[in-house]
């Protein structure tokens, strides 16, 4: 999976994360802040991301575990 932040005021990073990727491809936006919120919190190596398309809400949930469950919505950027 490809990981990539963009911001007016630092700048560009680009990173790769081995992920297992089900389905199709997708791009998908969301505020840095609230990804990093919920994996500060969600005490798990590995989490499940799950998306239905780029505008509508993303699940996060620790891999095997529904004791949490994070609800993300996505942001509109010109891609």
Not at 18 to 24: L, T
Not at 29 to 46: H, P, Q, R, T
């Amino acid at each position: 999976m490809t990981l990539t932040a963009n911001t007016s005021e630092v700048g560009q990073n680009i990173a790769e994360v081995e992920a297992k990727i089900e389905g199709q491809d997708l791009q998908v936006a969301f505020n840095s802040k609230y990804l990093l919120d919920v994996l500060a919190i969600i005490g798990s190596e590995e989490v499940q991301l799950g998306f239905t398309g780029p505008l509508n809400p993303g699940l996060i949930k620790p891999v095997g575990k529904d004791t949490y469950l994070y609800i993300i919505m996505p942001v509109r950027v010109a891609m």
